[in-house]
């Protein structure tokens, strides 16, 4: 007896008409994980949904952790599947072309990333094979829904069949699926698009191959090339648009003029900058290099070619080729670079690609030190409930090498320790930003935000409360529900305490909160914005601003602000409207995480209208120091800054001795070489 069947599509979007359509005419039983955010408009799809004759499966609760705990999962396999590629001879050639093993962090990387994929699907298919025992489940992936899955080649089932029977033969985890999970409609395309990923990839390879020649040619035909330079530090510009938007922690914001000077310092942008940022750069007579496929020499380029033909004669595993094929011309790159520019110390953050890795594989070997630096609170380490499995690990904060990992508090050091990063040396300087929040304080940084909210009706005597929220969306951890119930109880707020002055600024704009209840979301944001005592900060207004001027800081967790705000000694609390967040690392710390409003008001009025000075600052001693942030004093920049200034060409053993960081300072895995 033939089991009746059930197709689900994993999301329904209008290019999927036809085979919704084959399936019900063969009488399948049809249903949706997710609607596609283009799917609203099609009369097709409500028309269906309408009659009941597809309907959307409710595994909201089981998908809720969106992709962190499948890229755990691929974290603690990743080693097992890379075992059976690390034999390719192509592996060995990237080995020797960069004389190093740590290349290999490029391929584990990017592994980790499939494999999430592999484990997303897998446990949607083991859990509808469950479900639904007696029938014969047919599943159709899609390629990824943005903005926090990563979009695909389209090539998910072959890759899935793949990787299941690469996971089968290295002893990986993985539920028994079995691999027939696919319509057999979608067979010949899956064929299709691995001939066209194959070709793409070749010309991929040609093209690079292609370029690096032109640009040899370029550079031979009288291009003036810039005098060598040696430079005690090299300051990444990752995100251009982020690094000079911000007034205050701006792209510079190191260079102080006594530990670092401007003329010790070369900018470097992975790819050319705007006209805006190359102004202020060449305004300040700030040295900068946004070009940097100009320095190629001829010895160099003639062994990346070499490298490229070897690729084509091969043509091992696409997926070998392909990031091979980017290594080598970010070797080049970077070897190249070299021969122009000495750097001691390069300093970054937020450098996820893995063009990083090799870039300092290169400066390495050239006897430079490379430093990453935190930025950030909202890490997926402070998500983890006590006693869950799910450590939120991702791939993105995956595979580092550094020399340096300057980090916030002791916590986040287990996070990265954890996710496979190779550095040697990890240190506890404090959170950054805080520095700010006490020049601005003091008036070392001018700010003109005071006036424009007595503009807006702040008056003197109301108590100024900065709002900070975060990104959200449906297939996120963070929901379109958890956002409006957080904006709800901060405009409740403004009702229930009549002098309070509120300040909202929003980490995204308001078109990022796609889905298919957006108009709810908005119409939150926008009652609260319209409230006669609340400012709506713009994209010029620092959040460093906001908080300096403040008298307490409420954020969704667990966003930074809130972690900044604390490390300069200010009121602030996380406000888990929805109460998800139960559990967490900073919810052991009493009176810092609100679960309800009633907990959020009475924190508020115990906050602002009724501890003392002293009792605060007893609190913060007693369980903030040492849990939150060790420090306290508004003085991390400073550290960071005696740190490059004594440490960028010495080895890390002098770190432990300086005479500029304590010993409380150095992280609980400074003593573990890589």
Same mark, same amino acid.
């Given at each position: ?35 596609? +955010? *283009? ?13 009941? #004759? ?9 998908? *809720? ?11 603690? *396999? ?66 990824? &829904?943005?903005?926090? /899955?990563?979009?695909?080649?389209? !090539? ?9 029977? %690469?996971?089968?033969? !290295? ?32 010309? $991929? ?37 982020? /690094?000079? =938007? ?14 670092? $000077? ?47 033909? %070897? ?43 893995? /063009? ?17 630096? &935190? ?7 402070? &998500? ?25 508090? +002791? ?22 930003? @805080? ?93 609260? $914005? ?33 972690? +900044? @705000?604390?490390? =300069? ?18 919810? @052991? ?35 903030? $120091? ?8 508004? #003085? ?26 304590? +010993? ?11």
């Amino acid at each position: 007896m033939n089991k009746k069947r059930v197709t689900i599509f994993e999301e329904l979007a209008p290019r999927n008409r036809l085979a919704v359509m084959y399936c019900l005419h063969r009488g399948d039983t049809v249903c949706f994980l997710r609607l596609n +955010e *283009n799917s609203l408009s099609a009369g097709w799809i409500n028309a269906l949904i309408g009659s009941k #004759k597809i309907e959307r499966l409710d595994m909201r609760h089981d998908l *809720n952790l969106n992709d962190f705990a499948y890229h755990d999962k691929a974290f603690d *396999n990743v080693d097992k599947f890379f075992s059976l590629m690390s034999q390719s001879s192509t592996l060995a050639r990237m080995r020797i072309l960069c004389k190093s093993d740590y290349i290999d962090l490029v391929y584990k990387k990017e592994i980790t990333k499939r494999l999430a994929r592999l484990y997303y699907i897998n446990f949607i298919v083991s859990r509808l094979q469950s479900v639904y025992c007696d029938k014969d489940i047919k599943f159709v992936p899609s390629n990824g &829904m943005p903005p926090y /899955q990563y979009r695909t080649d389209g !090539c998910e089932v072959c890759d899935y069949r793949r990787f299941y029977l %690469m996971a089968k033969r !290295c002893g990986a985890n993985i539920e028994d699926t079995g691999i027939n999970i696919f319509p057999a409609i979608l067979l010949p395309g899956m064929y299709i698009k691995a001939g066209v990923r194959r070709v793409l990839t070749v010309l $991929k390879v040609l093209s690079l191959c292609s370029y690096i020649i032109i640009r040899q040619i370029v550079s031979l035909s009288g291009a003036r090339r810039r005098p060598s330079r040696q430079y005690k530090y090299g300051i990444m510009v990752v995100s251009p648009e982020r /690094q000079f =938007a911000n007034r205050v922690r701006k792209v510079d914001f190191l260079i102080d003029g006594t530990l670092i $000077k401007k003329s010790e310092v070369l900018f470097i942008a992975y790819r050319k900058m705007g006209k805006a940022c190359r102004s202020y750069l060449d305004d300040n007579d700030l040295a900068y290099v946004d070009v940097l496929d100009e320095f190629f020499s001829v010895r160099r380029t003639s062994r990346a070619v070499l490298e490229y033909c %070897m690729l084509i004669l091969r043509l091992p595993d696409v997926f070998l080729t392909d990031l091979s094929a980017s290594i080598i011309h970010y070797h080049l790159r970077w070897t190249s670079f070299t021969q122009t520019f000495g750097i001691d110390a390069l300093v970054t953050h937020c450098d996820i690609v893995v /063009q990083s890795i090799v870039r300092n594989i290169v400066l390495g070997k050239r006897g430079s030190k490379t430093f990453y630096y &935190m930025d950030s609170s909202n890490l997926g380490s402070f &998500m983890q409930k006590t006693g869950r499995i799910v450590e939120f690990r991702h791939s993105n904060l995956g595979f580092f090498y550094y020399d340096y990992f300057l980090a916030w508090n +002791e916590h986040v050091m287990d996070y990265f320790k954890r996710s496979h990063c190779k550095i040697i040396n990890y240190v506890n300087v404090g959170c950054l930003w @805080a520095e700010h929040l006490e020049l601005i304080s003091s008036g070392q940084i001018t700010s003109g935000l005071v006036d424009k909210l007595r503009g807006c009706g702040y008056r003197q005597g109301m108590k100024l409360i900065a709002v900070f929220d975060s990104t959200f969306h449906d297939n996120s951890l963070t929901t379109c529900s958890d956002g409006i119930d957080f904006l709800k109880g901060v405009r409740r707020l403004l009702d229930d305490l009549p002098d309070l002055f509120m300040v909202i600024k929003e980490k995204m704009a308001i078109h990022i909160h796609t889905d298919s209840r957006p108009q709810d979301l908005i119409a939150a944001y926008d009652r609260l $914005k319209l409230h006669a005592r609340c400012y709506a900060a713009d994209k010029k207004d620092s959040p460093s601003e906001i908080i300096a001027f403040s008298d307490m800081v409420i954020s969704f967790p667990f966003t930074s602000t809130s972690f +900044e @705000a604390l490390s =300069a000694r200010k009121r602030a609390v996380w406000y888990d409207a929805s109460g998800k967040f139960k559990n967490t690392f900073f919810d @052991a710390i009493p009176g810092l995480v609100c679960h309800d409003y009633k907990e959020m008001f009475e924190r508020v009025s115990e906050l602002l209208l009724r501890m003392a000075d002293a009792d605060y600052d007893h609190y913060l001693d007693s369980q903030v $120091k040492g849990r939150v942030e060790s420090y306290l004093d508004c #003085k991390a920049i400073t550290r960071m800054r005696k740190l490059l200034n004594s440490n960028s060409s010495v080895p890390g053993e002098a770190l432990r001795k300086s005479r500029h960081c304590e +010993e409380a300072v150095v992280g609980r895995y400074a003593d573990e070489a890589i």
